[in-house]
């Protein structure tokens, strides 16, 4: 599974949060295999410079062979839970997807 990660223009994208977001994705997506080629995560600060209440944002478009992109996103008051929390999104959305595919 490749993993791209993009940021805004109001989050620092270095090394260190590249490594962490890349480790909870794939660990949460481990279980799919190769069903899942590529991740694409999008992180930003839906406020910007302003601070608020879940201004973090992540948002995830999982690739499957052979089907259409799945999307969710998550906001919370850190990248990190952001990331989390639409990793748990994504989990339950691909179960979903892939399991309506078997009951057919």
């Known amino acids: 599974m490749k993993i791209q990660i993009n940021t ?14 890349e ?9 799919f295999g190769e069903r899942v080629t590529r991740v694409e995560v999008h992180l930003s600060d839906v406020n ?4 608020g209440v879940d201004d973090k ?8 062979t052979g089907l259409q992109p799945q999307v969710v ?4 008051e850190s990248l990190h839970s952001a ?6 999104k994504l989990v339950r959305t691909l179960d979903s997807t ?7």
Not at 9 to 19: F, K, P
Not at 48 to 51: N, P, Q, V, W
Not at 73 to 76: G, L, M, N, V
Not at 98 to 104: A, F, S, T, V, Y
């Open 8 to 21: 805004d223009n109001t989050v620092e994208g270095h090394e260190e949060l590249s490594r962490e977001t």
């Open 23 to 31: 480790e909870v994705v794939e660990r949460g997506l481990a279980r």
């Open 48 to 51: 910007g410079a302003k601070h």
């Open 57 to 64: 944002r992540c948002l995830l478009e999982a690739r499957l």
């Open 73 to 76: 996103s998550h906001q919370a």
């Open 83 to 88: 990331t989390t929390g639409a990793t748990r």
């Open 98 to 104: 892939i399991g309506r595919l078997h009951d057919r």
